[in-house]
């Protein structure tokens, strides 16, 4: 199935200079970007964007790592793609995800996993939504796309 997902390059892949490293898996992989921005996420876009986990434990220090600086905020396009990423993100915490996973290869910690990536066509629904407007949204046609979708 098409599908599309909303996925982030949090503040501490931005700061580490891992933007090539992680876009190049993602692109690699045959996904097709549909939009990209680069923004410092205001506190309550942040909040609301996780507004799931409100309450827990983490969630102040949640809120001000991702508002710590800028991050590049995207959506993205593929078959499977919601689980897709999930599995090439790797597990939330990073000392528990496989290697050759983005989180597994390239972080450590939980509290700073590189990278966000919707977990149900609900979220994703709801997150590019939450972070994009219908005209920054691109419906183009990759020309490989033959060889990668049957
Ligand atoms: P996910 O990003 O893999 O979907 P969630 O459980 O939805 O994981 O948590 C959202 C984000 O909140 C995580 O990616 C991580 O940045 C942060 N987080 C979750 N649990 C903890 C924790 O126990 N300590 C610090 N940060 C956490
Ligand atoms: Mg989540």
Redo the contacts with the bound molecule.
């Keep these: 199935m098409m599908e599309r997902t909303f996925l982030m390059l949090?503040p501490d892949a931005i700061q580490r200079g891992l933007m090539s490293e992680i876009l190049g898996r993602i692109e690699a992989k045959g996904y097709k970007p549909v939009a990209m921005k680069f923004m410092r996420l205001p506190k309550e876009l942040a909040e609301r964007h996780?507004g799931?986990?409100k309450g827990?434990?983490?969630f102040p220090?949640?809120i001000e790592?991702?508002t710590s600086g800028p991050s590049l905020v995207m959506v993205w396009e593929g078959e499977n793609i919601i689980s897709g990423m999930?599995v090439l993100?790797g597990?939330?915490?990073p000392s528990e995800a496989s290697p050759g996973t983005i989180r597994g290869d390239l972080a450590q910690?939980?509290?700073?996993?590189l990278i966000?990536?919707s977990?149900s066509p609900e979220s994703a629904k709801r997150e590019i939504e939450l972070f994009f407007n219908d005209y920054e949204l691109q419906t183009w046609d990759r020309s490989v796309q033959p060889w990668m979708i049957e």
């Design positions: 949090k996780y799931e986990h827990k434990p983490f220090g949640l790592y991702i999930r993100m597990k939330t915490n910690q939980t509290g700073r996993n966000h990536g977990d």
